[in-house]
């Protein structure tokens, strides 16, 4: 329990230290003389108190605003990077919220019939949006790639057929896995 304990205040002051010239944290730490990352530690948690009681339907705003808020940032930051890396997990994101989105649209009864639904909605997208867990990652391997790879084929692009074409001239043969749809006359 005690590494746990010295973990969250490892974290707690490395917080501290990455926003120490955030100006709205700035002032909230100066107005209440708390940390920067006890006040935030303090709004998410009345954030999710506020999604898990619901009170007047409100959970349902909140847990749709923080499944968009969170992964627009990160995909508006994948839009800046020349990697592929981030963009898997966030496609596969956005494809999880918007079937969730379509699923609460036409069957209300769902949201009856799952306690604390927008709770655990909100836990779940904040799991498969944060590049820090890999949610998505697993989502998509374990149940989208299945059922979406008995459907969904993908086919050669020109380019993958020019690059065996020659790799046939050459004599080194198609790329492993690849048919052409070139074919050599001998």
């Not at 036409?106 to 779940?124: E, N």
């Amino acid at each position: 329990m005690s590494d746990f304990s010295s973990s969250f205040q490892t974290q707690m002051k490395s917080f501290d230290s990455k926003y120490s010239n955030n100006r709205v944290l700035q002032q909230l730490e100066e107005k209440t003389n708390l940390p920067k990352s006890y006040i935030t530690v303090a709004l998410a948690a009345l954030y999710l108190i506020l999604i898990f009681v619901n009170v007047g339907g409100i959970g349902e705003i909140l847990s749709n605003f923080s499944g968009f808020v969170v992964p627009a940032y990160y995909s508006l930051v994948a839009i800046r990077t020349t990697t592929s890396k981030d963009d898997t997990q966030l496609l596969t994101y956005w494809i999880v919220f918007a079937f969730l989105s379509v699923v609460e649209f036409w069957s209300k009864a769902i949201l009856y019939l799952v306690p604390f639904y927008w709770f655990v909605k909100t836990v779940f997208l904040l799991y498969i949006a944060l590049p820090q867990t890999g949610g998505a990652v697993i989502v998509y391997n374990n149940v989208i790639a299945p059922v979406s790879d008995r459907y969904i084929t993908v086919s050669e692009t020109k380019s993958d057929e020019i690059k065996d074409a020659v790799n046939d001239a050459a004599g080194k043969g198609p790329t492993p896995g690849k048919t052409s749809g070139f074919s050599l006359h001998h």
